[in-house]
Nanobody
Framework: QVQLVESGGGLVQAGGSLRLSCVAS????????MGWFRQAPGKEREFVAA????????NYADSVKGRFTISRDNAKNTVSLQMNSLKPEDTAVYFC???????????????WGQGTQVTVSS
């Protein structure tokens, strides 16, 4: 069993930055690909970014490429998402996810965090 706890969400103006963090419980963190998804009101949850078990491979949704950076620290059981040049359309609840399937899609997800709200004002 893995528990994921996100932090770092908040309200920011367009063009600003936020850094999300997710801390995982347990001793098996390095066996999971880790990722971030988001869900805006009235929309389906969508993939944002993922990073492989050792951190060598990353994958991003086209909508965030060049603006968001995913990273992980296996010694601290932490995965982070640095979000720069934020846009109002980035407003959503962001979820941390752990998966043992392929890092390209993170499908299916084995564990979800509870989510953290990110709001970008125009």
């Amino acid at each position: 069993q893995v528990q994921l706890v996100e932090s770092g969400g908040g309200l920011v103006q367009a063009g600003g930055s936020l850094r999300l963090s997710c801390v995982a419980s347990g001793r098996t963190f390095s066996t999971y690909h880790m990722g971030w998804f988001r869900q805006a009101p009235g929309k389906e949850r969508e993939f944002v970014a993922a990073i492989s078990r050792g951190g060598a491979i990353t994958n991003y949704a086209d909508s965030v490429k060049g603006r968001f950076t995913i990273s992980r620290d296996n010694a601290k059981n932490t995965v982070s998402l640095q979000m720069n040049s934020l846009k109002p359309e980035d407003t959503a609840v962001y979820f941390c996810a752990a998966s043992t399937s392929e890092v390209a899609t993170m499908t299916p997800v084995d564990y979800w965090g509870q989510g953290t709200q990110v709001t970008v004002s125009s």
